[in-house]
């Protein structure tokens, strides 16, 4: 799983098997990715990258991401 920052509150959630991932040729994300200052918090099922705008919310097993706003408030949440 590669996770980007590009901007405060916006990232790119890869899940790489094998391979560069940077050979990617996506054209739907035409910003660079920058780096930000995120917290962290990593758990044994869970990991959580929180910014000032927002938070992924990352369950191992099974693979659930979801995005939240910065009060809690899920946004999106996709299961692998």
């Given amino acids: 799983l590669l996770i980007q920052t590009y901007a405060s509150g ?4 890869q899940l790489v098997t094998s391979g560069d991932a940077s050979s990617d040729s996506s054209y739907c994300v035409v910003l660079k ?3 930000f200052t995120n917290q962290i918090i990593e758990q044994a099922n869970t990991i959580e990258v929180i910014s000032d705008k927002c ?3 990352i369950t ?3 693979l659930r991401i979801a995005l939240k706003a910065a009060k809690g408030i899920k ?4 299961l692998g």
Avoid: A, C, G
């Fill in 60 to 62: 191992k097993k099974p």
């Fill in 33 to 35: 990715p920058q780096n």
């Fill in 10 to 13: 916006i990232f790119r959630v």
């Fill in 55 to 57: 938070s992924l919310e």
């Fill in 75 to 78: 946004i999106s949440e996709d």
